[in-house]
């Protein structure tokens, strides 16, 4: 039994199946454990929504910790959680901010400009930055990265490994199939916005992202180079609005 549950794992279509069956099924838990903290927690604090969100996001990342835990022969050291190799972080952070900038200047006028356009929809959605310059830099800018970059490039990425070997221009399949994960658990935004346009563009600047991050960390082995790559696409991402407000 063992033996042919190791071949079904090792054929990439199944595999990729199941690691997304396994990223719904955590996420699903997550809002569940969300929902009955929501009877223990005081109201002050359930009705704040960033607040509420910190509060899932945390979960999430705990209940990601918990299944890496269950997983017989591994360490959280393979699951990305230690040091990195050594890593140009400057080079880092300038390719985020490059690849968020150029994503923006490219999927902004796409979606919201020129296909918003040619079929007639309204375009409308947006983000509530938070209430306070703290709440964005704490909540949106940093807990957000990190807690999101434990699910997605620490259990879920590290279960894609092995297929490396299976390339696609220069990137592996596990980068690609880690980014398509990262990149469609952002549809969740259509709760905050009607317009199919907006929430393609939100979900091809997380996708493009989510490919640099991925990347480091097949690289380096570790997941705080895509931590720090997260983070520095959520503070290029949130100048333009910074900007115009």
Not at 15 to 29: K, P
Not at 127 to 152: H, K, L, P, R, Y
Not at 217 to 244: C, D
């Amino acid at each position: 039994m063992n033996k042919m549950l190791k071949k079904l794992w090792n054929i990439p279509v199944i595999r990729i199946v199941l690691i997304a069956g396994l990223s719904w099924l955590v996420f699903r838990t997550a809002i569940e454990l969300k929902t009955l903290a929501g009877f223990i927690l005081p109201d002050w604090l359930t009705a704040d929504h960033d607040s509420f969100g910190a509060i899932f996001k945390t979960i999430l990342a705990l209940l990601s910790i918990f299944v890496m835990l269950l997983i017989p022969g591994r360490t959280l050291s393979d699951f990305g959680l230690c040091l990195p190799r050594r890593t140009n972080y400057l080079k880092l952070i300038g390719l985020t901010f490059a690849v968020t900038l150029g994503g923006l200047i490219i999927f902004a006028p796409l979606y919201m400009g020129f296909l918003s356009h040619l079929f007639g929809v309204k375009m409308q959605g947006g983000f509530d930055m938070g209430g306070s310059v703290w709440v964005m830099i704490i909540g949106i800018w940093f807990w957000s990265s990190v807690t999101e970059e434990i699910f997605n490039r620490g259990l879920l990425q590290t279960l894609l490994q092995g297929l490396e070997k299976h390339r696609f221009l220069g990137l592996s399949f596990t980068v690609w199939i880690s980014a398509l994960l990262f990149g469609a658990a952002h549809l969740t935004v259509f709760k905050i916005s009607s317009s199919p346009f907006f929430v393609m563009m939100i979900v091809s600047t997380a996708f493009t992202m989510g490919l640099l991050a991925s990347w480091y960390r097949e690289k380096t082995g570790s997941i705080l180079p895509a931590i720090l790559v997260h983070i520095m696409a959520n503070v290029a991402g949130s100048l333009p609005s910074m900007l115009i407000t």
